[in-house]
T-cell receptor
Framework: KQEVTQIPAALSVPEGENLVLNCSFTDSAIYNLQWFRQDPGKGLTSLLLIQSSQREQTSGRLNASLDKSSGRSTLYIAASQPGDSATYLCAVIGPNAGGTSYGKLTFGQGTILTVHP | DTEVTQTPKHLVMGMTNKKSLKCEQHMGHRAMYWYKQKAKKPPELMFVYSYEKLSINESVPSRFSPECPNSSLLNLHLHALQPEDSALYLC????????????FGQGTRLTVV
């Protein structure tokens, strides 16, 4: 059974710092890994998707890497801003018993990020 | 249009009420999903519809009844809920069930009193 762990559980930093959020998963047979952002009481916003054949993806100040063999991904946030404060969720999708992927993302518990001015 | 729209945003219902949550997308996606998220927990899958047919039911109690009337709409009918069913209900869609990218709605905050 796939398990996803995110470290740290919470992070509080001053504005301007560069950050690294960590995600690890137990089963390396994944199709993709997706990072989401969730504001309190809101839905999930997809930040970056890394397919299993890729090693990293970049969008603006965000960079996500994937080391499938070691079961790890990191989300790097450059020059953090108060508006980055949110919960960041890592999720993986892999084959089910039938050998095909289906829409069951396995989520980590999330990292609660607070960036203070 | 890359949005998944959920209505209502907030819902308070009694344990004897019947209500429905609605989800709509116009991206041509043929797979749609319901997730339940309790406070400070990650989302948990409830149902998957693929090409308007129920594909996966993650052992959800029958007081939750999904419906997919067409490829753009997904409903979740609620009846005789319990206070512990209070949660954020999230709808998502993807191109098909063998998805690579998931789009989520903003959720319906449900409170059962």
């Amino acid at each position: 059974k796939q398990e996803v762990t995110q470290i740290p559980a919470a992070l509080s930093v001053p504005e301007g710092e560069n950050l690294v959020l960590n995600c690890s998963f137990t089963d390396s047979a994944i199709y993709n890994l997706q990072w989401f952002r969730q504001d309190p009481g809101k839905g999930l916003t997809s930040l970056l998707l890394i397919q299993s054949s890729q090693r990293e993806q970049t969008s603006g100040r965000l960079n996500a890497s994937l080391d499938k063999s070691s079961g790890r991904s990191t989300l790097y946030i450059a020059a953090s801003q108060p508006g980055d404060s949110a919960t960041y969720l890592c999720a993986v999708i892999g084959p089910n018993a039938g050998g095909t992927s289906y829409g069951k993302l396995t989520f980590g518990q999330g990292t609660i990020l607070t960036v203070h001015p | 249009d890359t949005e998944v729209t959920q209505t209502p945003k907030h819902l308070v219902m009694g344990m004897t009420n019947k209500k429905s949550l609605k989800c709509e997308q116009h991206m041509g996606h043929r797979a749609m999903y319901w997730y339940k998220q309790k406070a400070k927990k990650p989302p948990e899958l409830m149902f998957v519809y693929s090409y308007e047919k129920l594909s996966i039911n993650e052992s959800v109690p029958s007081r939750f009844s999904p419906e997919c009337p067409n490829s753009s709409l997904l409903n979740l009918h609620l009846h005789a809920l319990q206070p512990e069913d209070s949660a954020l209900y999230l709808c998502a869609s993807s191109q098909d069930q063998n998805w690579l990218v998931a789009f989520f709605g903003q959720g319906t905050r449900l409170t059962v009193v």
